[in-house]
Every structure is written in structure tokens, then in C-alpha cells.
């Protein structure tokens, strides 16, 4: 009877080529390129198409030498929460001299306040605000529907492409997903319109919104069970990393333009060398591709220095029928496997779970990045606090996650970021210090539990739908991250509403948790049954033994 990549215990393959050696780490480091790509790609909008401070510009005042703050402003503009108005300036009421210093209050009717069409800019950043006029506090829905067609975009393609890359393969879809965000990035920098702009921004992360989690799945699929966290912690990292750069980057280059032909063309120059990748073996022994998967183990076990004994390359290479079978199951298509998980109501109840995990983790972890302006006045070196501060977060993951478990560090931090988010709306007014380190300790959990999610979510679902599964569940999570960008606006019905929503939703979240099954030290499951059975015979051993 062949064998099925059921009966092969790949984990502890592993285990004898070496759990994190030199070829994993090869191919870390390859993976760690589209990780930082992504950062990049589906953040860049934050800068892209950020608001900038203006006001109205005054005829015959507004001369060469151009002052923001000349003077004479207060004269000629009215002035909201001590800035001076975007879009509204008082009527001059007789010719000025183009001496700005007789822009004095007498040239102005201050009880008649007009629209204004030319505007003045408080430095030289341009972004779309800038190059396609979309100015006034009424126009800024147009900034805010950037970020949501941009999560729109991964929310339609995430399923799939999560189906693409369990048919057609990881390393195929990671290649195109590169490819296809990166070109359309780059034809973006050259949008003369804000439609255009819009449309690339939708195809841009519906292209490339599977580079993290194709990535992040090709990567740990070739680490053993041991060092799991440690590889999971190394993507997470890089993704930090990326962001911190997009800040850095945007920083340095203020011109919207400039600044998204220095992210998107290094994707398209990194393609010869993603391709180098190998492919998972566990998606392989999945097709019953067994020779492709098992030359993978021996560069690996070669390149790690170790040696594959012969009983386990025996059970690796197929017999005379096991070719005829494989083709016969991969007749039997994709959608009826998808149909027969689905067919279990367990397997159903956890992918509900999960969903509902994933939107609470993206809402409450977007949701505080958005209220994050107190950190620092200048927004750029904000961005880059709050991707590093993500870093102790990952450190901490690594010494509890294998001590703990899963099901445990998961549950914690997201009551513990729930709480911190009640707490927040008890700090009294002024008191700073308090209020900073509330937030640092709810980003910092929210970060450790959606790290952890990652990692936990790839160890509950079977190999040959794990990343269709993982891709259902970061599309609901995709409608927290369109439903955080407009937070922002309950405060304005009741100020606590946002931390009191996020605080709710993290502790509901986080009870929700424990239904799910430890999978510390366990086997990556490769089939609907496995999946379903983690911890089962654990159980039933320690219930033999109590009562032997």
C-alpha cells in the first residue's frame, strides 16, 4: 500500500538535518526580503497619502520671502485651537502695499470670513494633498479611503491567494506576489490623478498581500518544532525592521513620488534572488512530489552538515503505486478537500475562532498605532518608536512562548492588552508619563499576541490547507484594520468609546482563546484529522496512566 505524506513524521526529519542550521537560515535570510518589501509596500500610504499642514494664502501679503507664520497672519486668518485655519481667511477689505508689513488689521474685514483657493505650505513634504489639490478638513475622507481601499484590496485577495499558493505552490505565488506589488508601486509613483493613484493602491496589496503570510509559512515549514518561536521572532523582527525604514526612508525623502520608486524597484531587482528559494517540502509530500522534496532534505542535511540515514530515504521516495495515487487525489480537486474540512463542524468552530482572533488582533493593534501621534511631535520619528517599541515584545516571546505555550501567552496578552486599554481612560488629565507607559504596555502585548497568533495559527490547520485557512482568517482580519482607521470618529460621540471597544473586544477575544488546543512541542499536523486530534493522545496518556 503507498504511503501518503501522513505516515512520514517530517518533524522529526528535522529534528536529524538539524532544527535551525545553516540552510534554514539561508533561507530565512531570503525570506526576510519580501518581509521588509511588505512593510513597505502596505504601509507606504501612511506617508504616501498623509495630510500636511497648510493654510490659506493671502494675496499681496504672501511674498517672496514666504513665511508660514508671517507677522501680519493673525490679521488675515482666523485661528482654531491655536493653528491657523486650512481653508478659510478673512476678506481684505482695501489694497495692501507689497511692504508685508502694512498687512496690517485695518485691511481686513474680520467679521467676514471667506474660502480660500491657494494655499501656503508649512515645509517642502509633498504628498497627494499637495499634487492633487485635495485640501479642507471636507476632502479628508479622501486620505482616510486610501488606507481602507488598501486593506479593501488585501481582503479580496487574501483567500485567493492563500488557494493559489496551497495549489500551485508557495515559492510560485511569493515570486508573483513580489512581482505584481512591486510594479504596480512603482506605476503609482507616476499617477497624474487621484483616481489612478486609488486604483494602483488597490491592485498594488491585492497582488501582494500574501507576500507575509507565503513568506512567513515558506520559512517555518522547514524549521523544526524546537525553534518555531525563534524563526517565527525572526520574520516578526524583519517586519519591525521594514517599518522602522519605511520611516526613516520617508524622512529622508519628502517627495511622495520619489519616496515609492526607493521602496517598490528593489522588489522587482530582488526577484533573481527569491528565486533561489526551495520550495516547502511539506507542500511537496502534500502533491506527492517526493523526490523534489527529498532532494530539498539532502541539500539541507548536506549544507547543515548532517547526514539522512537510508530507512528514512526510503520512506521518502514513492513505491510503484504511489505516484497513481497521488495523481488520483489530485483529481479529486481542491474545493472538495475544502468542502470535506468544512464538513467538520470542529474544524469549522476553530476557523470561526480564529477569524474573530485575528480581526480583535489587527482592530486593537492598528487601532492604537492610529493614537499613537502623542508619542513625539514629528510624525516620522513617531512612526519609528512605535515599530521599535514592537522589538521587547518579540524578546519577551522568545523566552515564555516554549515554556508556556501557546494557548496561554495568547490568552494572557490579550487580557492583559484589554485591561491596559480600560486603564487608559482612568489616567488623570496631565499626567503624561502614566498615559505613555499605559500605551507602550498595551502596544507592546497587543504585539506579543499577534506574533504569537502567527505562529499558533500555521500549528492548528493541516499542511495541505494551512495557508488557504491562514488566509480566511487575516481576511477578517483585514476588516479590523478597514474598521480602525475610523475609530478615530467614536471619540467624538464619547471620548472613551474607542479604548473601551478595544479593551471589550481584546478580553472577549482572549477567554475565546482557550478554546483552542495547546500545540506546544507538538507535530505540524498534515490532514483535517491530525488537526483536529492535537493533544488528543496526550490526554488519553495521561488518563491511562492515572488510572494504571
Known sequence: ????????????????????????????????????????????????????????????????????????????????????????????????????????????????????????????????????????????????????????????????????????????????????????????????????????????????????????????????????????????????????????????????????????????????????????????LSKGERVKAINILKKAAKTNGKILSSSTLENFY????????????????????LGDAFRNPGLLLRVANCSFCWLTNVLVYYGLSLNSVSLAGDKYLNFILVSLIELPGFLIMQLILDRVGRRITLCTTMLLCGLFCFLSEFIPTGNAWLSLILFLVSKMTITMSFGTLYIYTVEIFPTNLRQSLLSVCSMFGRIGSMIAPQTPLLAKVWTPLPMVIFGTIGITSGLAILQFPETLNTQLPNTVQEAMNINTEEKNNRSVNKFS
Request: proline share 5%.
Open 1 to 284: 500500500m503507498p504511503q501518503s505524506e501522513d505516515d512520514i513524521d517530517l518533524d522529526g526529519v528535522l529534528s536529524q538535518i538539524g532544527q535551525f542550521g545553516r540552510f534554514q537560515i539561508r533561507q530565512y535570510a531570503f525570506m526576510v526580503i519580501p518581509i521588509i518589501f511588505n512593510a513597505f509596500f502596505t504601509l507606504s500610504y501612511v506617508f504616501t497619502a498623509g495630510n500636511l499642514n497648510y493654510r490659506c494664502q493671502v494675496p499681496n501679503c504672501d511674498n517672496a520671502p514666504i513665511s508660514f507664520h508671517p507677522g501680519w497672519l493673525n490679521n488675515s486668518t482666523p485661528f482654531k485651537n491655536g493653528e491657523p485655519a486650512q481653508c478659510e481667511r478673512y476678506l481684505q477689505i482695501r489694497n495692501t502695499s507689497l511692504d508685508n508689513s502694512y498687512c496690517d488689521a485695518d485691511a481686513f474685514d474680520r467679521s467676514n470670513v471667506i474660502r480660500c483657493d491657494d494655499f501656503i505650505y508649512e515645509d517642502d513634504e509633498i504628498t497627494i494633498v499637495k499634487d492633487f489639490n485635495i485640501n479642507c478638513p471636507e476632502n479628508d475622507w479622501k486620505l482616510t479611503l486610501v488606507g481602507t481601499v488598501n486593506n479593501i484590496g488585501q481582503f479580496v485577495a487574501l483567500p485567493i491567494a492563500g488557494y493559489l499558493s496551497d495549489r500551485f505552490g508557495r515559492r510560485l505565488v511569493l515570486l508573483l506576489s513580489v512581482a505584481g506589488s512591486a510594479v504596480f508601486g512603482v506605476i503609482r509613483s507616476y499617477a497624474t490623478s487621484y483616481e489612478w493613484f486609488l486604483v494602483m493602491e488597490f491592485l498594488d496589496p491585492a497582488i501582494g498581500s500574501t507576500m507575509y503570510t507565503t513568506a512567513f509559512i515558506l520559512a517555518l515549514e522547514l524549521v523544526g518544532p524546537k525553534m518555531r518561536v525563534t524563526g517565527n521572532n525572526v520574520i516578526s523582527c524583519a517586519f519591525s525592521f521594514g517599518e522602522a525604514s519605511l520611516g526613516l526612508l520617508a524622512m529622508f525623502f519628502r517627495n511622495w513620488r520619489t519616496l515609492l520608486k526607493v521602496l517598490y524597484i528593489p522588489g522587482i531587482v530582488s526577484l533573481p534572488l527569491l528565486w533561489m528559494t526551495s520550495e516547502s517540502v511539506r507542500w511537496l
Open 318 to 337: 514513492p513505491t510503484n503505486d504511489s505516484e497513481d495515487t497521488s495523481e488520483l487525489e489530485e483529481k479529486a480537486g481542491f474545493f472538495r478537500l
